[in-house]
């Protein structure tokens, strides 16, 4: 993409959806001019091809401008493709559950499915059963530095147990920790068959914070510089730069999820983002387990029992493009805010820092979802106190955007296209600490025309109708001292308008529903449909 | 030439060629069989450990060059007094070697296993597995349980009048005539009727949808069975298309016809039914020809209409849907990622 080119493509191929872009340099500017998503089994030039086709017919002039209304014109276009890596496993061996624990957590938040096994929990006839199936793409072999008492006596036996397997599996790929690393010579190269790496690493708490050095390399070992979730967080990066706000990426695919949290940069400094890859995070499972099943009952507006739901999950995870309306997209959104839910609670380390300024709902897990059931959502899930605007990377941008391999380039791209790359979806203020009544305080929405005022009542969703591009004021009075950012009991916020309009959301922080199945379904459907209005009642 | 827009429509392959069946070893079993030995259908490939066991190496040196994953056995003197022992409790797969002593898995009660396809042994990987091309044809499923598996090809024997390919098989309509065959059932089969057809001989079943309780109450039968000293034969369920009720599709069901009656397999990895009937002349069904795979229609098939563009569906949601046409009807708006075409 350093040429100069009038209009290209923007491809962002995913486990389970493939999704195309025309992006056109227009008056100087360049903007997002038509997407289409579609499942991955479908050839990419035929969803080029049609994109192309409806352009045209949409726009005539504007498709003979950019040269693509004549037959043929999809192969000459340039093309900007972030690919997501196949998943990967890993199994994590230590000495002791204790020392395992860290190469567990650092593995699992840089993306890999994680398996883990010491001698305290395994015998070493099973360790080999599980590190010789072919489903192991590496093993993480670590120890402290120095090597802690509880370690040292069965170092060498875990030591000569995975360099046996390596042996007979020279594709596997090993990556020796902290003081493991003195055990490189037992992974010598046998007879020059050794196609997988040996990698040495630092101890599994180096960094700042803990566990971040072994997290990188474990990050590039699992994908390409190019992989769509790599590609989100340098998105990320550059969108909180051309926005000067802090950004929170949460991306829901078939595969995993992905939390980037990204800072503007001052006085000239870069901007800053912390990434997280959870593979435990997918829309579903490859193998929905009982706690899977429970985490989406527990969200689910439809009444059914365990049995069904798993088979429902089950054939999501075969076909997860399919039965996407009525039912099948209610209970896809339960799918969806529990691997949400999955995802935060995998992602914790994240909520050092202040809360962000926007958060921007991406991923296949929301393809087909109304834009104001998306804000819900996250305002389900994503639970701090505090005034934050919910976005959506509606066309799957961020992730061809962020393949773009030169910083500036990158930055400048995304500052032209920030509008069109987020549809506005709500401004959701979730105040904190609120103490159940009858009232709470009282909000006034100054917007540019009007000006309206609610009463907030405890527990409940208050929603506002403030329409995408307008910007208001909302002056909140609170009767008793809550958290909002800071703490007090008046404050003023300006807020954004989306497709869900302005959201104060005075729920639990976290979240608490009823035990009773029947009353949780009530209470969320009513939610549900205070902003899903589309849909048929 | 197909319609422009059924390039919009996953297309489900209904036969394909050979492909490379995998037969999973774990440590201590023992392959039977090299790269590039050519298999027939019912061939021992390997013998399977029930319960191995890790043991130090003893009463023997473990030559200089051995490697994890070699073969030892303790070689027994011609001379001197011989002492009867169990069953190859004296030999097994080399693990590891520490502080100078070599580990290695074995174990006693060792099961054979037998490919149920022909072809040729590709690469073996002591305690990983046995790769085979296997001759033949293939219809791909979803998932198989159990254990790979030959029989002949029948077809559900009492479907209800009228009911076509998606019946339901009861229990009680197997009987021991049926044993040695592999069963096409139809659109559904509970784990009753599985462990039933087990008992009473049969090779397998070909179910279109498998819902999980059923599957795991065949999965908890399936370990008992193994637990049991006594085993009965190789028993496989091969799933077609998912966890929910739907027929199984016309174009595979006339396939499934036409090889009714010859032998046939079921492999596990990848899961698929092998059939080596070249002479079989299997009609391509018409391109325009589509199911609805999931949804509220799901199971019916018609003919391919035209795009229909972006539509809204139930609740509100909005997707990319093609007009089909079933049986000479007026034709109805199905999403396309609902839709399936073969070929």
Known sequence: MTSDPRAFLALDLGAATSSVALVARLRHRWRLIGALAMPASIDVDAIVRLLLERTAVGDPELARTLGIARAGSFRSLPRLVAKSARPQRLAAIAASDRAVRPLTEAARRSGWGVTSATPQSADPLTMTSMLLDPGIDAVLLGAGEPPGPDERRALDDIASLVAAVAARRPELTVILAGSMAEELSRFEDYQGQRQGEVLLVPVASAGDPPGSAIGELLDDLRAPRDDARRAISRAAAALADALDRRIEVV??????????????????????????????????????????????????????????????????RFSPWSDASGEGARLRLAAARAALAVLMEATMHHESDPAPDLIVASGGAWAVAPGPAIALAIADVVRRPAAVGVAFDHARLLAPLGSIPDGTERRQLIADMADDVLAPLASVVIPGGIRQGRSAGHVTVHAASSSSELELIPGGLELIDLPPGERATAELRFRDTVRLGGRGRRFAVDVAGGLGGLLVDLRDVPLRLPDRPERRRELLEAWQDSLWITRDR | ??????????????????????????????????????????????????????????????????????????????????????????????????????????????????????????????????????????????????????????????????????????????????????????????????????????????????????????????????????????????????????????????????????????????????FDESEVDLAPPPTDLVRVRAGERVGREGRWAGLAGLRRFADGTFLEAGWIRSDGGVPMAVPLADLERFA
Not at chain 2, 23 to 39: I, N
Not at chain 2, 217 to 237: G, I, K, N
Not at chain 2, 261 to 274: C, F
């Open chain 2, 1 to 274: 030439m197909i319609d422009q827009g059924l390039e919009y429509v996953t297309r489900r392959t209904i036969v394909t060629g050979p492909i490379e069946v995998r037969f999973p070893l774990r440590p201590g079993d023992r392959a039977l069989v090299a790269a590039g030995d050519v298999l027939v259908p019912g061939s021992r490939i390997a013998d399977r450990l029930r319960e191995a066991h890790l043991e130090e190496v003893r009463g023997g040196p473990v030559p200089e060059e051995s490697r994890p994953g070699d073969r030892w056995a303790h070689v027994v003197s011609d001379t001197g007094p011989h002492l009867r022992r169990s069953h190859d409790e004296s030999s097994g797969e080399l693990l590891f070697e520490l502080g100078g002593h070599w580990r290695m898995a074995t174990g006693e009660h060792p099961e054979q296993i037998d490919t149920p396809v022909g072809g040729v042994v590709r690469d073996v990987r002591p305690g990983i597995g046995i790769r085979v091309r296997a001759v033949g044809r293939v219809i791909r499923g979803v998932e198989a349980l159990g254990e790979p598996s030959r029989g002949v090809l029948a077809i559900n024997p009492e479907p209800p009048e009228g009911a076509g390919p998606g019946t339901r098989l009861k229990a009680g309509s197997l009987d021991v005539g049926l044993a040695g065959a592999i069963l096409v059932v139809g659109s559904r089969v509970d784990a009753e009727t599985l462990t039933r057809a087990r008992a009473m001989g049969l090779r397998g079943i070909i179910v279109a949808g498998l819902a999980g309780k059923e599957r795991r109450d065949f999965l908890a039968s399936e370990a008992r069975q193994r637990a049991s000293l006594h085993r009965l034969p190789t028993f496989a369920v091969l799933v077609l298309d998912g966890a929910v009720r739907r027929p199984i599709a016309s174009p595979i069901s006339s396939v499934l016809a036409a090889i009714a009656g010859r032998e046939v397999a079921i492999v596990m990895d990848p899961p698929a039914l092998v």
């Open chain 1, 251 to 316: 991306d829901i695919g078939f595969d995993g999820g992905l939390r980037a949290t990204a800072t503007p940069g001052v006085a000239g400094a870069r901007s800053r983002v912390v990434a997280s890859f959870i593979a435990d995070a997918g829309l579903v499972p490859r193998e929905p387990d009982d706690e899977t099943v429970d985490r989406v009952l527990a969200w689910s507006t439809v009444a059914i029992d365990r049995h069904r739901l798993r088979d429902r999950l089950r054939e999501l």
